[in-house]
DNA sequence: CGTATTTGACCTGCGC
DNA sequence: GCGCAGGTCAAATACG
């Protein structure tokens, strides 16, 4: 019987910590980044494109054409992720990188060569050890029950070579993250050599062929790793009322100064004080930073916030009210920036997780809604000047600068 | 009773 | 050609 032999996460060496520092042997390389480099909050276009306005139900044209997405290179309807991309697009071959909740940014991780994210085209294969492992498509689908033709199942698995796949870990209890995209479970493998099965989702939204992947991570079994294949055609389900529609941000530092500033009963372990953050590499497609915080300030109260990704010429600015904030920093949102964006390299990303206990966390960000406004009490520094907190911090020296995030190729 | 999950069977690609 | 491993299907089962 598959998976059988999996241990009940009850039995796991160690409890899930939601809030802990990263486990080696994740390698990171965080650049020199001043704070003079950090004022893109200041730029009049931080406002402008918000992802509604980008990203209609069905309609994703507006945000190809603004990501540079030619009609031919957007992905067609039926199959929404295959796409040529361009020669620069290439993920290096040896490119395996895995975005790690509790660390800083996206990662090589050269001891585990069967995860990878990838922009996956034929020369993009992951690198690995088990090549069928790591290309959708490899596997079933040709089932002879289908009706499809022979001849058209391996075009379309030739094609989905190229569809674009994501991964990352986020350490969590729960086998399968709340993304806010509904998915239906198709199957369940055993992994070779793991004591942990491989589950695989569908996006239950009709017409919409991602899927995804998850199975615990073998060198660390409170992580769970996550595999998105393709690009969603289609907005985000309605998010379900919650208790709040205020929020609370808050940084995840463990180890740098924590001014605590926060009175509330949640787990705020420190405030943000560096305001203003961001840094702006166009000389490459490469994205160089993705920011959350406010956008007016002044009152501190939840006024406002926003998202903000720079890959080159290309920049994505998200804002919508706080009370917004949850689905502005939706993962998937983040996710299909990634892989709508061709000419963007991976590497230089902090992904975003949604946890599935109403926390949210990325590698250094972390977003909690308890009910009550503590947004200044945990930002600290308010936001008098009209811009946003940095949220990304640095976990060693609490300095909370921009290079947390920031990974230039 | 409708929906979601489980799970054994089956398919494909790849390496030898 | 064969065996292996990953991926998918779909009937059976569980669940609310």
């Known amino acids: ?214 199975e615990r991570w073998l060198d660390d079994p409170t992580h769970v790793l996550t595999t998105y294949e393709g690009l969603h055609l289609h907005g985000l389900p309605p998010i379900p009322p919650t208790p709040s529609k205020s929020f609370h941000l808050y940084n995840n530092c463990t180890t740098g100064p924590k001014p605590d500033r926060c009175s509330c009963s949640c787990r705020c372990k420190g405030a943000v004080a560096v305001a203003g953050a961001g840094e702006q590499n166009r000389a490459n497609n490469a994205i160089t930073s993705v920011h959350l915080g406010t956008v007016s300030g002044g009152s501190g109260v939840n006024d406002g916030g926003s998202l903000r990704i720079v890959a080159g010429e290309n920049e994505f600015n998200y804002n919508k009210h706080m009370q917004n904030v949850e689905q502005a920093i939706t993962p998937i949102i983040l996710q299909n920036f990634m892989l709508s964006a061709p000419q963007t390299s991976l590497n230089n990303f902090t992904p975003m997780t949604i946890i599935n206990n109403g926390h949210y966390q990325s590698s250094l960000m972390n977003v909690h809604h308890d009910g009550n406004n503590h947004r200044q009490d945990c930002f600290g520094a308010g936001s008098s000047n009209g811009g946003a907190e940095d949220l990304f911090r640095n976990k060693s020296t609490g300095t909370g600068l921009l290079e947390d995030i920031v990974n230039f190729s």
């Open 1 to 214: 019987m598959e998976g059988k032999n999996t241990p009940p996460l009850s039995s796991l060496s160690s409890p899930p910590q939601i809030f802990s520092p990263p486990s080696p042997p994740f390698s990171l390389s965080i650049p020199t980044t001043t704070i003079d480099d950090l004022n893109f909050l200041d730029d009049d276009t931080f406002l402008e494109n918000p992802l509604p306005d980008l990203v209609k139900e069905g309609d994703f044209g507006p945000l190809y054409e603004w990501l540079g997405i030619t009609d031919e290179d957007a992905p067609p309807v039926e199959r929404p992720v295959k796409r040529s991309l361009p020669p620069d697009a290439i993920v290096p071959e040896s490119f395996e990188t895995v975005a790690q909740s509790e660390s800083s940014s996206f990662f090589s991780i050269p001891s585990n060569p069967d995860v990878a994210v990838s922009n996956n085209n034929n020369s993009s294969r992951v690198a690995g050890k088990r090549p069928a492992e790591s290309v959708a498509g490899d596997g079933g689908n040709a089932s002879p029950r289908s009706d499809e033709p022979d001849a058209t199942m391996r075009l379309n698995r030739r094609s989905e070579n190229n569809i674009p796949k994501l991964a990352f870990l986020t350490e969590s209890e729960s086998d399968n993250l709340e993304d806010g995209y509904k998915w239906r479970k198709y199957g369940r493998k055993t992994v070779r050599n793991s004591p942990y099965p491989r589950n695989y989702y569908r996006c239950t939204a009709i017409g919409c062929n991602v899927k995804k992947r998850v």
